[in-house]
């Protein structure tokens, strides 16, 4: 498989989010709030690109093999889905917005992306909030094969 480069991320007002770029940088720009609405990047020479026109929350999982994107499915921002692309930007999985937790199946989204506890390559790190408790749980999400490999209450 290959991996993933220049990754960068538009904006709805057209400006370029680069993945080398902190948010430190970015504020300094003084740009206004605008939704990222594509992603974009090489891979084996080739462009690839995910649109998604009510926004979109991705990150490169560290080992360069996966993008991992938090897409909203609609313009009330209340309704997401968690994607696994693979490197050639086709579908690798779906994560689902309902996890088992502590022996109990619970219904909730993803809404944010922090590093991974996991050291392993392919691991990526994802807020999962439950709405009816109140609760944000940490998962580490093994992108090659969907596995949760590591969940603690978020604090």
């Known amino acids: 498989m290959s991996l993933i480069r220049d990754f960068q991320k538009l904006r709805q007002d057209r400006k370029i989010i680069d ?3 902190t948010a430190c940088q970015i504020a300094k720009f003084d740009w206004q709030p605008s939704k990222v609405v594509s992603i974009r990047w090489m891979s084996d020479g080739q462009a690839v690109e995910m649109q998604s026109p009510f ?13 991992a994107a938090i897409a909203e499915l609609d313009e009330t921002g209340s309704h997401s889905k968690l994607d696994i692309l693979n490197s050639d930007g086709s579908f690798s999985r779906a ?5 088992q937790i502590d022996g109990h199946k619970r219904a909730g989204m993803f809404c944010r992306f922090e590093p991974a506890q996991s050291a392993m390559p392919d691991c990526f790190g994802v807020i999962f909030r439950v709405a009816e408790e109140h609760s944000d749980y940490k998962l580490d999400i093994n992108a090659s ?10 604090t």
């Open 95 to 99: 994560i689902l917005n309902s996890q």
């Open 55 to 67: 926004g979109v929350l991705a990150i490169v999982v560290p080992g360069r093999a996966y993008v």
């Open 145 to 154: 094969d969907g596995t949760i490999v590591n969940c603690v209450l978020s």
């Open 19 to 21: 993945e080398s770029m």
